[in-house]
């Protein structure tokens, strides 16, 4: 996406409050604090038995997941293999934003707050997630 279509996307958007985004900060904070806690404690059952060699064999690839199951994604995932995910640009996403970059996540923005009009039209989002996957990112 363009600086002037970045900065378009942010600007026609309506103003966020700073309390408002205080909050949604603190949340992405504890879903990570959260997601690593689970992680930790959790009895894991792999198939197959290593997922790591498994994502390294089908490096780089595009993984598809629905808002149920993205949040324990960050915590499994190979830790040497770079990731992107395509992320909305609305009040709940940036909460799903702040905690996938914390996990070290690479993001490609998407719709906002007035959908595709004005912010990143869906074959910008592709064109972005497949030079993503030309640099070797998951």
């Not at 409050?17 to 949604?24: F, H, K, N, Q, V």
């Not at 629905?66 to 996403?93: C, E, F, K, L, N």
Request: contains cysteine; glycine residues 8%; proline residues 7%.
């Amino acid at each position: 996406m363009s600086q002037e279509a970045s900065s378009r996307c942010k600007s026609e958007a309506a103003p966020e409050a700073s309390s408002r985004a205080l909050i949604r900060s603190l949340a992405a904070g504890a879903m990570y604090r959260y997601v690593r806690l689970v992680r930790g404690t959790a009895r894991v059952v792999s198939e197959p038995p290593d997922p790591d060699q498994y994502l390294k064999d089908q490096h780089p690839s595009i993984n598809v997941f629905w808002h149920g199951q993205t949040m324990m994604i960050p915590a499994y995932r190979s830790q040497q293999i770079p990731y992107s995910s395509i992320v909305a640009r609305h009040g709940d996403a940036e909460i799903v934003a702040g905690v996938l970059e914390r996990f070290g996540i690479t993001l490609i923005r998407g719709a906002g707050p007035g959908g595709f009009a004005q912010c990143m039209q869906p074959a910008t989002i592709a064109r972005a997630a497949a030079r993503a996957l030309a640099a070797g990112s998951s």
